[in-house]
């Protein structure tokens, strides 16, 4: 809010002491730059005095402290999900974000950025992801595809070669409740095209399965339906 200082509200004309009749407004972006601490966590630990004295047992008693997000590590839940963030999100790469930290004054290399990312990935993600794919299969109706990837210094193969990304995601609609939901996505990765990836990945699977006109999902069994897809269709329909 911008006023006047108390001796300038005076009307030039009269004199008189002037009043607020109405405000003028308008809006600028701000960008408040993040800020980067380390914050030191200590724990007090307490002893009885008493006990010491008579020489008995003495009990050590400490003062509860949340746990580090990696054991070891001094990583914190924001950091890392920044770092995900970045990466994953925004697509800025490891070597960048070094970079990044370096200027701010934090010697934080892509190496433990890589450890932390993978940790992370393992403790609190992969349970998630195991979850939905429960949630996914228990589904009557789901949908599958794959597109190719390249992955760098993959062990066994060129750069050049293609690697494949495994989809598969819930329709989202509820034929017992008539409801459209949220659909669960997950994505799986694999060297390579072969059928028994997606056999693996359904294994547990019993309805249909919607996909393209791909031969390695006619090879799943007789419990999975394979429902075709009428984008694909025309491929396959000759003119006359």
């Avoid at 724990?43 to 509860?64: F, H, L, M, S, T």
């Avoid at 974000?97 to 701010?104: A, I, T, V």
């Avoid at 598969?168 to 409740?177: A, I, K, L």
Wanted: net charge positive; aromatic share 8%; hydrophobic share 35%.
């Amino acid at each position: 809010m911008h006023e006047l200082p108390e001796q300038e509200r005076i009307c030039s004309e009269c004199g008189e002491k002037l009043h607020a009749m109405g405000r003028d407004k308008r809006r600028e972006l701000v960008i408040i730059p993040a800020q980067v601490k380390i914050v030191e966590h200590v724990r007090r630990v307490y002893a009885c005095r008493n006990c010491e004295k008579d020489g008995c047992c003495v009990p050590i008693v400490k003062a509860a402290v949340s746990e580090p997000v990696i054991k070891g590590s001094f990583a914190s839940p924001e950091t890392i999900a920044h770092i995900m963030t970045q990466k994953f999100v925004m697509g800025v790469p490891l070597y960048r974000q070094e970079q990044d930290w370096k200027r701010r004054g934090i010697l934080l290399s892509r190496q433990t950025m890589s450890n932390w990312v993978i940790k992370a990935t393992e403790d609190f993600l992969e349970p998630i992801y195991d979850r939905l794919k429960e949630l996914l299969l228990a589904h009557d109706i789901i949908h599958a595809d794959e597109t190719t990837l390249q992955v760098l210094h993959e062990p066994g193969k060129p750069p050049q070669s293609k690697s494949y990304m495994w989809l598969y995601r819930t329709s989202g609609y509820n034929p017992q409740s008539m409801e459209v939901k949220h659909p669960i996505v997950l994505y799986e990765y694999q060297s390579d095209r072969r059928a028994k990836h997606p056999e693996a990945f359904l294994k547990d699977f019993k309805g249909y399965c919607h996909a393209d006109g791909y031969g390695g999902y006619h090879t799943l069994p007789d419990n999975i339906a394979i429902v075709g897809c009428w984008s694909h269709y025309p491929r396959c329909m000759i003119i006359r």
